[in-house]
């Protein structure tokens, strides 16, 4: 009858009828184990075996136990009189497997264990067939009710029958949900932990601003326009990186759609407490500066200089009155584009970049001049002649210091003192020897030049 029972159910549901058979047969060792109050001892003779023959319809329940001269835990234990009933080789301090199926109490435990086992794997079975049918659609966005949010944040959804999970950090950020609301979540993964597998979903993923253009603009679904990198601050600000892959169609205008109906439809779906997100468009280009000059948009680069290939360190111009859009407010539009090329940059306005420059030149015409200046040695006070030499300490000092991009006031300055080269510099300065005519602010420009 009980195994009968079995077999339809797992038939009703669908559900494999050897895992039913399989749990089946854990519990009910379990509960003869719980029932006889055996502990976990193995040479004392604990083990439960059960034997199910769903074919038959028969149960079997053996337990392991030890042949002993006296019996003090019925159990565990046989005597060697009984136990050579069973197998009469036997001796003291083996173990022998008894069966104790006809026990007065192993109808009402295999009918107890059979009904927890078979709610329990119903439950389970339920569940892991709702969360299989999201398999294919992970990396999709799916409508969502709010059922609760738990104290430590995590909000739980509704989908699909199915209970999703949404941990803080997938959330907007400040976003508030009110229990039966109706969401759009995208579908990260299936979680599986110590209380068994779970649909996580997120709102904050950049993979989630991905999905809801690929449903809102059909040129991206189609592949005709792709998406090459996401920046994204949840709840704030967004940067996307398009391009077009036929010719003729207008990677952002299709983004944007006519009258902006597009991207604002993506923007209504983000809007979180009456806070937008705002999404820059970008044009991808393959020419590296093009595309990180684009990435600071809406402010217009002037010049890109790629300073580090290795270490991906570029330098962006702009113009001045520019500077603090290309910034953006507390550094979010430079930040965003760090993140969207995936390179380190630095903004400088156009006067403080051709100050700098022009400063460097200066120092270099400066030496340069030094390298071929003349110069008149006085008269001597024992004869009319005069006598040309060149200034030989000047030229030394142009030759020995010019690629430290000190000051021409400074250059001079140790010209003066007569610092010849880098190497003489260095060892006044670290052995903090005073340089006549070199203030403390000069001090300080030639230590930051020596490095």
Request: charged content about 30%; hydrophobic content about 40%; proline content about 3%.
């Amino acid at each position: 009858m009980l195994l009968s029972a079995v077999k339809q159910i797992a038939a009703e549901r669908g559900i494999d009828q050897a895992i039913i058979i399989e749990a089946l047969k854990k519990a009910i060792a379990i509960s003869f184990r719980e029932g006889d109050d055996i502990e976990e001892d193995e040479d004392a003779g604990s083990n439960i075996n059960v034997e199910i023959d769903p074919d038959a319809g028969t149960i079997n329940v053996f337990a392991d136990k030890k042949v002993v001269d006296m019996v003090t835990s019925p159990p565990t234990q046989i005597s060697l009189e009984d136990a050579q009933k069973i197998e009469p080789k036997l001796e003291i301090g083996d173990h022998v497997l008894v069966e104790i199926t006809e026990s007065g109490d192993f109808g009402r435990v295999a009918a107890q264990a059979a009904r927890q086992i078979i709610v329990q794997t119903l439950r389970e079975s339920e569940k892991e067939a709702l969360l299989q049918q999201f398999t294919d659609k992970i990396g999709g966005v799916e409508s969502a009710i709010v059922q609760r949010v738990d104290r430590e944040g995590n909000a739980f959804l509704e989908i699909q029958r199915a209970t999703a999970k949404m941990p803080p950090a997938e959330q907007i950020k400040g976003e508030f949900y009110r229990s039966s609301s109706r969401i759009k979540v995208y579908l990260k993964n299936i979680h599986e932990d110590a209380r068994g597998k779970i649909l996580i979903v997120s709102r904050s993923d950049p993979d989630f601003l991905r999905a809801l253009f690929e449903i809102e603009v059909p040129e991206i679904a189609s592949g005709t326009v792709e998406i090459m990198s996401i920046a994204r601050e949840a709840g704030s600000r967004s940067k996307v990186a398009v391009k077009s892959n036929a010719e003729g169609v207008d990677a952002i205008g299709s983004c944007v759609g006519q009258r902006g109906a597009r991207i604002s439809a993506v923007t209504n779906e983000l809007k979180s407490n009456n806070t937008e997100e705002k999404i820059d468009i970008i044009e991808w280009d393959d020419d590296l500066a093009t595309f990180i000059g684009n990435a600071i948009k809406p402010a217009e680069a002037i010049e890109v200089k790629l300073i580090d290939q290795e270490a991906q360190q570029a330098l962006i111009i702009v113009e001045d009155d520019s500077l603090s859009l290309a910034i953006g407010r507390d550094g979010q539009n430079v930040r965003l584009a760090a993140k969207l090329t995936g390179w380190a940059l630095d903004i400088q306005g156009q006067n403080m970049f051709e100050e700098n420059n022009r400063m460097s030149k200066f120092e270099m015409d400066a030496v340069a001049a030094g390298k071929a200046k003349k110069s008149v040695a006085p008269k001597k006070a024992d004869t009319e002649d005069a006598e040309v030499v060149e200034d030989e300490g000047t030229d030394e000092q142009a030759e020995g210091l010019a690629g430290l991009g000190l000051t021409t006031r400074v250059v001079n300055s140790l010209a003066k003192a007569g610092i010849t080269d880098e190497a003489d510099l260095r060892a006044k300065i670290d052995s903090g020897e005073k340089i006549p005519g070199v203030g403390p602010k000069s001090i300080e420009e030639i230590k930051a030049a020596l490095g």
